[in-house]
């Protein structure tokens, strides 16, 4: 059966964007049902509005963060969704979501985990310390979300060289390229049924993955 997927968003959108793309063209099992953010202002709501997905906005109004996280978990709930997708939602989920969720929250973060992660470590930020850091390979990441920041079972990964000339602009625009193909790619995964986890690992089943509609994206 199809799954109904909630993205929760902070910002711009783009991966969002690509979700419902990508899900209307049949190539994800699972349809966007819900659009949650943080910020009044983030862009992704104008996209969730014109292709008619419901939207919610829930600010953190400085509650605990298991606090915030349970208002969340109850507009999920409502809305009888199976899978959270995080797709540039800057704010941490905890407490009883995660374990009621348990494998079935999906982070996006524009790093190689478990470079360059945890508390603060994002947009601008993140990809200047990648630069002044000197590493020749940055990434994306896409993960199992568990109790703690950016700690939880490794889906897929995509590596992104650092070039001598990048500056912020162009690292962190070639490493969303990637994060626009590598996001699907893992929800697609999850909406077949073809993820496992095993402790830290995850286990693609039922198939080569190299084979799979996936690699095609
Ligand atoms: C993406 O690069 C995503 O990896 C990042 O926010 C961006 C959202 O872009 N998330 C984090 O850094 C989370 N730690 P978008 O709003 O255009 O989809």
């Known amino acids: 059966m199809s799954k109904r997927i909630a993205v929760l968003v902070s910002g711009n959108g783009s991966n969002l964007e690509r979700l419902i793309e990508l899900s209307r063209a049949g190539f994800i099992d699972g349809e966007i049902s819900l659009v949650i953010s943080s910020n009044e202002k983030a862009f992704a709501l104008e996209r969730a509005k014109r292709h008619s997905i419901p939207s919610r906005i829930l600010h953190f109004n400085s509650r605990s963060c298991d606090a915030y996280s349970d208002v969340i978990l109850q507009t999920i709930v409502d809305c009888e969704i199976d899978l959270i997708v995080l797709a540039g939602f800057l704010k941490i989920l905890s407490g009883k979501i995660i374990e009621r969720f348990r494998n079935r929250i999906i982070n996006l973060h524009p ?91 995850v286990l693609i089943t039922g198939g080569s993955y190299e084979n799979s509609v996936v690699e095609r994206l």
């Open 111 to 201: 790093s190689l985990i478990p470079s360059f992660c945890g508390k603060g470590m994002y947009g601008e930020r993140l990809h200047r310390a990648v630069i002044e850091s000197g590493v020749r390979i940055t990434g994306a990441t896409v993960h199992f979300v568990d109790g703690g920041t950016d700690t939880g079972p490794i889906i897929l990964q995509e590596a992104v060289p650092v070039l001598c000339d990048d500056t912020v602009e162009s690292l962190s625009g070639r490493v969303a390229l990637v994060e626009h193909r590598l996001l699907p790619k893992a929800v697609s995964l999850f909406c077949k049924d073809r993820l496992t986890v095993r402790g830290k690992r």
